[in-house]
């Protein structure tokens, strides 16, 4: 079992899909991402969505954006974790 929670791995996607975290936590990352799905399709649209915007613009994600898209998928998240 993964020590990070859905929400450690919110608070850490832009460092890591950015090549920023440290070894160890990009491991922990990975490790999340091996058993989350959830997570997994998260990060791969994310990464999708920084590589156009990488692509078509050369400066990084808008703060409001990145805000934005951080605020969507945690209430992703939320809903599905809160129902039961
Ligand atoms: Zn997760």
Redesign the pocket.
């Known amino acids: 079992m993964s020590l990070l929670t859905?929400e450690d791995?919110l608070k850490e996607l832009n460092d890591y899909l950015d090549d920023a975290t440290s070894p160890g936590l990009r491991q922990e990352i990975e490790a999340?991402l091996a058993q989350?799905p959830?997570?997994w399709v998260i990060c791969d649209t994310t990464r999708k969505t920084l590589r156009i915007y990488k692509g078509t613009e050369l400066y990084p994600l808008p703060p409001q954006v990145h805000q934005r898209l951080m605020e969507a998928l945690r209430r992703k998240i939320t809903e599905r974790n809160g129902r039961h």
Do not use: A, G, S
């Open positions: 859905c791995f999340h989350c959830n997570c």
